[in-house]
């Protein structure tokens, strides 16, 4: 497929689907734990594939699981049965062990049965495209130098952090290249930590790696979608879309029409649907009403397409996700 030319008609569309982050609730549908769709390629396959037959969405978009490249490097991970697995402590403390960090090879680690995953999961869904999901080079570096810890050591130790840097850039585009392999129609790159940095650290340490990333995988029939959840975003835009991603989403900490009015128009922009107050603790109706409020303030913008603000959590109620997709539908009816 053309993901180029997917896009744009995605953007030029009078009617238009909802494409949310959401694949970790295939959990309750196959009545299994979190801990179980980590572990097999099989089974989270099957989960995107029970997804996509249930929502009407653009696209099969992979679970965003943000602990699997920085293990894969060494750091150690808690799982549990019903949340999302989080990276505890950190693997570098100093220039010496930053020097010292080596790449695995990416079938080496969990990396290749989440890639396995997406190559499955293409099998399996044909009715539109398949995106798989990677961590961004700012964030996995923070989760190997500590995620507090790294906000300082741009000021502090500079040659430290962009050593690092480089060295999961040149990891995440391997990774990259292998889910592209798969038959992937792109990626969601997630750069949440990112979003905390000011303009000009953006501009040093974050937006010149994700345009490497972006330079090296995205083509026509590759596209990459960068996500950033961070609350700062709206005063880093032109650092954010430096990156020359095809695609950009936005989370929930910010006033989607905001962004909309400071983005390119010619980019499709998605957002912002909070994942945890409306679609796992709200209700049903408050989800239609929040849904159509978005849709009524920001399809102004042909290039909007509604989404959830992050990846949507394993907890979350399929009473109000179907709310989601039934407000879209009413709303574009």
């Not at 750091?75 to 062990?97: F, K, R």
């Not at 700062?232 to 095809?246: F, H, Q």
Request: net charge negative; hydrophobic share 45%; proline share 5%.
């Amino acid at each position: 497929m053309n993901m180029k030319q997917w896009l744009k008609e995605l953007r030029e569309a009078p009617v238009k689907r909802a494409l949310p982050i959401l694949s970790f609730p295939s959990v309750q549908l196959m009545d299994i734990t979190v801990r179980e769709l980590i572990a097999s390629a099989e089974t989270q396959a099957r989960g995107m594939k029970l997804v996509a037959d249930r929502i009407d969405s653009a696209a099969a978009v992979s679970m965003m699981d943000l602990s699997v490249e920085a293990e894969a490097l060494g750091a150690c991970v808690s799982v549990s049965d019903h949340e999302v697995p989080v990276v505890t402590g950190h693997v570098i403390e100093t220039q010496q062990e930053a020097d010292a960090l080596q790449l695995p090879a990416i079938e080496d680690a969990r990396t290749g049965l989440y890639v396995e995953a997406i190559r499955r999961a293409c099998e399996l869904i044909t009715d539109r495209p398949v995106l798989a999901g990677t961590i961004g080079p700012f964030s996995l570096a923070g989760r190997l130098l500590d995620v507090t810890e790294i906000m300082m050591l741009c000021y502090d130790e500079p040659e430290m952090v962009h050593t690092v840097l480089e060295k999961v850039t040149e990891f995440l585009i391997r990774y990259i290249r292998a889910y592209k392999q798969t038959g992937a129609g792109g990626v969601v790159v997630a750069e949440p930590l990112a979003g905390l940095l000011s303009p000009a650290l953006m501009k040093e340490f974050a937006a010149p790696y994700m345009k490497r990333i972006v330079d090296a995988v995205q083509d026509d029939e590759f596209i990459v979608v960068y996500h950033n959840c961070g609350g700062a975003v709206l005063r880093l835009v032109d650092a954010i879309v430096s990156c020359g991603a095809a695609a950009y989403h936005f989370g929930n900490a910010i006033d989607m029409k905001a962004m909309l009015e400071k983005m390119p128009e010619d980019v499709v922009v998605m957002g912002n649907i909070n994942p945890v107050e409306q679609l796992t603790e709200g209700t049903p109706e408050g989800v239609y009403a929040a849904t159509k409020e978005l849709l009524e303030r920001c399809s102004v913008h042909k290039n909007f397409v509604i989404s959830s603000g992050c990846d949507v959590p394993p907890r979350a109620n399929w009473e109000n996700i179907d709310a989601f997709f039934r407000a879209v539908g009413d709303f574009y009816r």
